[in-house]
């Protein structure tokens, strides 16, 4: 917080804490909740080796003419490539959705927030409407 400057009242202080200081506070969490979820579901890591082997299960193409035995292998490389892809690509997507889950989650803290202090003023005018 700043420090209380002689000059300054404390109404003052309040709407800098409130407005300013506490909204840095909060973008600069939820920088930390997205970095943190790009990196628990490994985004740039998964996009990059999109195509790999699957857990790196990989066939060795045979010495010399062997069509049966290469085909093999191709098949089997093939198959461990494309569930690779299927598998990357749904972590991928479950990350992504996840990464836009807490932006929104973000958007609507900072926005409560902001209006709280409207929020707070407009309960106390409704409870001072049912005394009267």
């Known amino acids: 917080?700043?420090?209380?400057?002689?000059?300054?009242?404390?109404?003052?202080?309040?709407?800098?804490?409130?407005?300013?200081?506490?909204?840095?506070?909060?973008?600069?969490?939820?920088?930390?909740?997205?970095?943190?979820?790009?990196?628990?579901?490994?985004?740039?890591?998964?996009?990059?080796?999109?195509?790999?082997?699957?857990?790196?299960y990989r066939e060795y193409y045979p010495r010399g003419f062997n069509i049966k035995g290469w085909l093999r292998a191709f098949s089997g490389n093939m198959i461990s490539r494309m569930l690779g892809a299927i598998v990357r690509t749904v972590t991928i997507l479950v990350g992504l959705v996840v990464e836009f889950l807490i932006l929104i989650g973000g958007v609507?803290?900072?926005?409560?927030?902001?209006?709280?202090?409207?929020?707070?003023v407009f309960g106390f005018y409704l409870g001072l409407r049912l005394l009267i």
């Open 1 to 56: 917080m700043i420090e209380a400057s002689p000059k300054r009242n404390i109404f003052l202080q309040w709407l800098v804490w409130h407005f300013y200081e506490v909204p840095k506070g909060i973008l600069k969490a939820f920088k930390n909740f997205l970095v943190f979820n790009f990196n628990y579901f490994s985004i740039g890591l998964l996009s990059r080796t999109l195509f790999s082997h699957w857990r790196r």
């Open 108 to 120: 609507i803290i900072i926005l409560v927030w902001l209006c709280l202090p409207i929020l707070i």
